[in-house]
């Protein structure tokens, strides 16, 4: 056993909680939003982040072994594949007409600052129509 096993040992079950972490937050994050984009992100994000982090730990954990060449192939399989699957998702609901929420932008008068009386001021030319 080499001096660097404990510390290999530590790092991957660091890696392993964090990723489990992820996922869980993503998780909840799929409970909680209140549409599909917003849980659509969340899941996509937690997803590639969790995986990754979970597979690195446990390419740690097991050395370098025939396990950890297969454990690296599907990490990049799941790389590839997690985003593109998410895209596909959320291109089938805009196409099917699921479209995000518009936010509601304050209007100019409901908040005075100093850019809204610059707006507000006229313009020194008056605008003219183009002619035909």
């Given at each position: 056993?080499?001096?660097?096993?404990?510390?290999?040992?530590?790092?991957?079950?660091?890696?392993?909680?964090?990723?489990?972490?992820?996922?869980?937050?993503?998780?909840?994050?799929?409970?909680?939003?209140?549409?599909?984009?917003?849980?659509?992100?969340?899941?996509?994000?937690?997803?590639?982040?969790?995986?990754?982090?979970?597979?690195?730990?446990?390419?740690?954990?097991?050395?370098?072994?025939l396990v950890t060449a297969k454990l690296i192939l599907i990490?990049?399989?799941?790389?590839?594949?997690?985003?593109?699957?998410?895209?596909?998702?959320?291109?089938?609901?805009?196409?099917?007409?699921?479209?995000?929420?518009?936010?509601?932008?304050?209007?100019?008068?409901?908040?005075?600052?100093?850019?809204?009386?610059?707006?507000?001021?006229?313009?020194?030319?008056?605008?003219?129509?183009?002619?035909?």
């Open positions: 056993m080499s001096a660097l096993q404990p510390f290999l040992e530590v790092l991957s079950w660091i890696l392993i909680l964090a990723g489990s972490g992820f996922l869980l937050i993503g998780a909840i994050g799929t409970l909680r939003f209140p549409d599909f984009w917003t849980r659509v992100h969340a899941v996509s994000v937690s997803d590639s982040g969790g995986m990754l982090l979970l597979i690195a730990g446990m390419v740690l954990h097991s050395g370098l072994t990490g990049g399989f799941i790389f590839i594949t997690g985003p593109t699957a998410t895209h596909a998702v959320a291109n089938a609901a805009l196409v099917s007409g699921l479209l995000p929420r518009k936010k509601e932008v304050p209007k100019l008068e409901d908040k005075p600052s100093k850019i809204a009386n610059v707006i507000k001021k006229k313009d020194p030319k008056p605008r003219t129509k183009a002619k035909k």
